[in-house]
């Protein structure tokens, strides 16, 4: 494949991740993560071995976050007072 259409199609897919993290959607973590995949493949590709650990690294930032994100928060007892006196 052509390195240009790798650094635009990593480019796209990568600022469509932080988009939708912005936007406050569980989506853009998951793009993020899914996007480790294209990252795997280029490094293997390119044999560019820091892309190789990086994709690791960032995919566990991605995969925590995006299972915050899918978490419920637990209400604390003072938020329960708080909205129970407005």
Excluded at 8 to 16: E, I, N, R
Excluded at 35 to 52: K, V
């Amino acid at each position: 494949m052509n390195p240009q259409i790798w650094s635009w199609l990593l480019m796209a897919v990568g600022v469509t991740g932080l988009y939708l993290a912005g936007k406050r959607s569980w989506t853009g973590w998951a793009v993020g993560l899914a996007a480790q995949g294209l990252w795997l493949a280029y490094a293997i590709t390119t044999r560019q071995w820091g892309f190789l650990a990086s994709c690791f690294v960032y995919g566990a930032v991605y995969l925590r976050n995006l299972h915050a994100w899918l978490r419920p928060t637990p209400t604390t007892e003072r938020e329960v007072t708080r909205c129970a006196a407005t």
